[in-house]
């Protein structure tokens, strides 16, 4: 199994001691976090796209960017890119140019996108955001093949032997499709013949089930190889320490501030157990890890980059004891394919 971190950019109250960074700190958190990701051994990191509070997650290229230059192995992700809500030209310009920024490394996952606030500022229905996502997504796979395209459609003017520059690093981009709770971006992803990412968030682990078996079917019925559907999964919080009690007193103010209102999860201790939260000792993590995979099949994982709650030493000492006591254990358990750029150096 592949495992990378992922940030939102939530900018927000530490949920221990009420101080908050700076927008600009905030920002450099996020790149100190991502050079640590890379120093440890994961295998990505994510920055994710909002725009509305409490996110500064509205131009994950830009942050990207900046992370790719600090960077030289890890594979960098968005998670994901609300196509639904952006111009497919510009988005393919932004990113071809971040992938060769980043030799290669980037790893593209698009999603409609969430929030009612984040619509409005846009002036957009959800409805609207599904047709804009699958049109948006036509559009930038054909430039990402061919940067001169003649395309009509509805959400922008049509393009007619359009050049759009530059070419892309990669030749053949991996693009994962964000999956929550609605089968339109898993149809989507049968339809190209690529990847899911299960939000494996908000809820128990059922619904994220049944569309990950919806996506296996729905890839078969399609005729393609059903040995290459691939699957990523997250996780809903993400705290290690070497006990149990340990872990889950750390975590029970982050629960507090951002879970305690739910009405999925009846209390804490609900939470840790029906939840995909990554929080306790590495044997239990561990065993948590195997047991999504059993029902989900997944080859890659995100678990938060953020460290809430947490001073500096502790959440490199979650992030170390990860990757030295939970990731060995999950990779010789669960194979998983490698993540590998397909280099195609841009001649013009």
């Known amino acids: 199994m592949k495992f990378l971190l992922l940030t939102l950019i939530p900018h927000t109250p530490n949920p221990v001691t009420g101080s908050k960074l700076s927008t600009r700190d905030r920002f450099h958190q996020v790149v100190d976090n991502a050079i640590l990701a890379e120093e440890l051994g994961y295998d990505g990191f994510a920055v994710g796209e909002r725009h509305e509070r409490p996110f500064i997650s509205s131009s994950p290229p830009v942050v990207l960017s900046h992370i790719a230059a600090k ?19 510009r988005a393919f310009e932004d990113y071809a140019t971040l992938d060769h920024l980043a030799d290669g490394r980037l790893e593209l996952m698009i999603g409609k996108g969430n929030g009612t606030a984040q619509r409005d500022l846009f002036d957009i229905t959800e409805d609207e955001q599904w047709d804009r996502n699958r049109e948006s997504y036509e559009v930038f796979h054909q430039l990402w093949r061919n940067n001169k395209i003649t395309w009509t459609g509805t959400i922008r003017p049509p393009l007619q032997d359009a ?25 989507l992803a049968v339809r190209y013949g690529e990847p899911i990412f299960s939000a494996n968030v908000t809820h128990p682990i059922e619904p994220y089930k049944h569309l990950v078996d919806y996506y296996r079917h729905q890839w078969s019925a399609a ?53 995909s939260a990554l929080v306790g000792s590495p044997a239990e993590i561990s065993e948590k890890i195997l047991r999504y995979h059993e029902a989900l099949g997944h080859e890659v994982m995100h678990a938060s980059a953020d460290g809430e709650g947490l001073n500096e030493a502790q959440h490199r000492e979650s992030l170390e004891l990860f990757q030295s006591d939970v990731a060995p254990i999950i990779r010789a358990a669960v194979p998983s394919r490698p993540l590998e750029p397909v280099f195609s150096h841009a001649k013009a």
């Open 71 to 89: 960077t030289q192995r890890i594979r960098l992700f968005t998670g994901v890119t609300t196509l639904s809500l952006l111009d497919p030209v």
């Open 223 to 275: 005729g393609h190889d059903p040995s290459e559907a691939l699957v990523g999964a997250g996780s809903a919080g993400f705290l290690v320490r070497p006990t149990s009690q340990e872990a889950k007193a750390l975590y029970q103010p982050v629960f507090e501030a951002r879970h305690a209102h739910s009405q999925i999860w009846e209390s804490y201790d609900d939470f840790l157990e029906r939840s």
């Open 163 to 187: 050049e759009v520059w530059p070419l892309p690093y990669q030749k053949h981009l991996r693009v994962w499709h964000g999956s929550a709770t609605s089968t339109q971006s898993v149809d």
